[in-house]
Nanobody
Framework: QVQLVESGGGLVQPGGSLRLSCAAS????????MKWYRQAPGKQREFVAS???????NYADSVKGRFTISRDNAKNTVYLQMNSLKPEDAAVYYC??????WGQGTQVTVSS
């Protein structure tokens, strides 16, 4: 079972940037589709972005043009660069390897 550890969350002002990281265990990372989800208080967990083993990406409409997902296979790590952050981006962000491997989450707070 792959283990995932997220980091990089924090408090940022509206319009600011953060980069989240997710480190995966094991030696099969290059084969994985990697995904980011987020969950705000009182809301369902929602898809944010994904990246295939070949580098193909997909984004939720709400983050297109502002967020960028990338991966470094040599480091077994996937990143989520978040720019132009809005208050509605505030949530706990989770890394996922489908179908059922999840990290513990990292909190992102967007507030002035």
């Amino acid at each position: 079972q792959v283990q995932l550890v997220e980091s990089g969350g924090g408090l940022v002002q509206p319009g600011g940037s953060l980069r989240l990281s997710c480190a995966a265990s094991g030696n099969r990372f290059t084969l994985f589709v990697m995904k980011w989800y987020r969950q705000a208080p009182g809301k369902q967990r929602e898809f944010v972005a994904s990246i295939t083993s070949g580098g193909g990406t997909n984004y939720a409409d709400s983050v297109k043009g502002r967020f960028t997902i990338s991966r470094d296979n040599a480091k077994n790590t996937v990143y989520l660069q978040m720019n132009s952050l809005k208050p509605e981006d505030a949530a706990v962000y989770y890394c996922n390897v489908p179908p059922a491997a999840w990290g513990q989450g990292t909190q992102v707070t967007v507030s002035s």
